[in-house]
């Protein structure tokens, strides 16, 4: 899994190319490949060919591309959906946690979208962990 980095990302690996050309299309968004086919459909307006195959350097490519370190702002989206995380009180989550977590964590996040539920669990450090690394190939 890697880590959000707080940009407003789509992702799924059964898009068919003139999906993937029609939602980049259609919302605006950038398309990321490296199949220089699908760059070149003519829906495609915005696009960029990653050269990395490593994720994380292509992460640093895509961040260095665009100019994106300063706007780097991680743990703010969904794993799942990518919708926006909202502070949400314990109390009124305490039912939907781990007994383990009820007793050890007192932050926790929500997400908007599809109310999944996110706190500092044992993967947060080798996250942060990476996103150091990301950070510090500026």
Known sequence: MLPDLGFDTLYRNDYEDQELAEISSSQARILLTRDKGL????????GY???STQPQTQIVEV????DLFTKVSPFQRCFRCNGLLEIVLKES???ELPESVKLQTHEFHRCQNCARIYWKGSHYERLQKFIDVVMGSQ
């Open 93 to 95: 989550i305490i039912h």
């Open 39 to 46: 760059l070149m459909r003519n829906l495609v307006i915005y």
């Open 49 to 51: 060919y990653v050269r």
């Open 63 to 66: 961040l260095r591309h665009f």
